[in-house]
């Protein structure tokens, strides 16, 4: 009724966060588009450009999320809309959802350049407080970390024992890979994202015992020599269970210095150390 009014960019940007947690995304992105075009050239209109991109990720429309991410990045004429190039602060954030977006759209090496870049940004400005307790610097750790995961869980050991060879180093690699970032990522103490780390590296352990106990075997073994397998191999797996059970006792501790003991994740933890304990008993008796 009033498009003319200095305050109609804002009226749009709030019918947006409206729609948006109503449960409507497409119609907040058209409500935040509106508000960056009255904003023009300002800061306002930087901050609706990123709602508009946070709006198709709550639509799951990670491709164009992502291509806006992009441009805020990279397009000159863009920047020149919203008020520049993006401050140390907003490019971490726009690195770390450019991230998030080609993960979730099925372009985890692209996603991993994202995640290199916000972790590169991070060690250059660690010393600014704000950069060094920023939950998009630990969440990306995070994510990165789940790419190496998702990887190393889809890889299952199969005959013959050639190819378990070359899938056991393959496997190793990359659980490797995964704990290390993991553990960058417990180091920053952010929550929720260092007990979700904490948690999934012992997780990481359990899928390993897991992926090792269901390895597949020569059909023709008897009962017995099946017995003797499974002994020997448990020989090798019992000490990562021990492990396993150590870093979700680490990871419970943890929440409790950090004051979230009643956390989704310290739960995890505990029940992940349950059954961990159960399995290392089973074994035992058997």
Request: with cysteine; charged share 30%.
């Amino acid at each position: 009724d009033f498009p003319a009014d200095p305050s109609a960019y804002a009226f749009a940007f709030n019918a947006g966060i409206c729609a948006l947690q109503g449960g409507r995304p497409l119609d907040a992105v058209q409500r935040f588009a509106k508000s960056q075009r009255l904003a023009k050239g300002s800061r306002h209109a930087r901050d609706a450009l990123f709602m508009v991109a946070e709006s198709h990720e709550a639509a799951e429309q990670w491709g164009l999320a992502a291509t806006i991410y992009r441009s805020a990045l990279e397009n000159e004429p863009l920047q020149a809309d919203i008020g520049g190039k993006l401050g140390l602060l907003d490019e971490l954030e726009a690195l770390a959802r450019l991230g998030f977006c080609l993960r979730r759209g099925g372009e985890p090496k692209d996603a991993e350049t994202a995640f290199k870049r916000v972790e590169r940004l991070y060690e250059d400005n660690r010393e600014t407080p704000a950069v060094a307790e920023s939950e998009w610097v630990a969440r990306s750790y995070f994510e990165r970390a789940e790419i190496y995961y998702d990887l190393f869980a889809s890889i299952r050991f199969k005959l013959p024992v050639e190819r378990m060879q070359r899938e056991l180093e393959d496997k190793s690699n990359l659980f490797l890979k995964a704990e290390g970032v993991y553990y960058r990522c417990v180091r920053l103490h952010v929550k929720p994202w260092a007990l979700a780390a904490g948690f999934r590296v012992g997780a990481l352990y359990q899928r390993l015992i897991e992926d090792i106990d269901n390895a597949e075997v020569p059909p023709d073994l008897d009962a017995y020599t099946m017995e003797v397998y499974r002994d020997v191999l448990w020989g090798h797996t019992e000490r990562l269970a021990k492990r396993a059970v150590t870093i979700y006792e680490k990871n419970i501790e943890l929440a409790e210095r950090l004051g979230d003991s009643g956390s989704e994740w310290a739960d995890k933890s505990r029940d992940g150390k349950r059954k961990v304990e159960a399995a290392i008993d089973a074994n035992q008796l058997r």
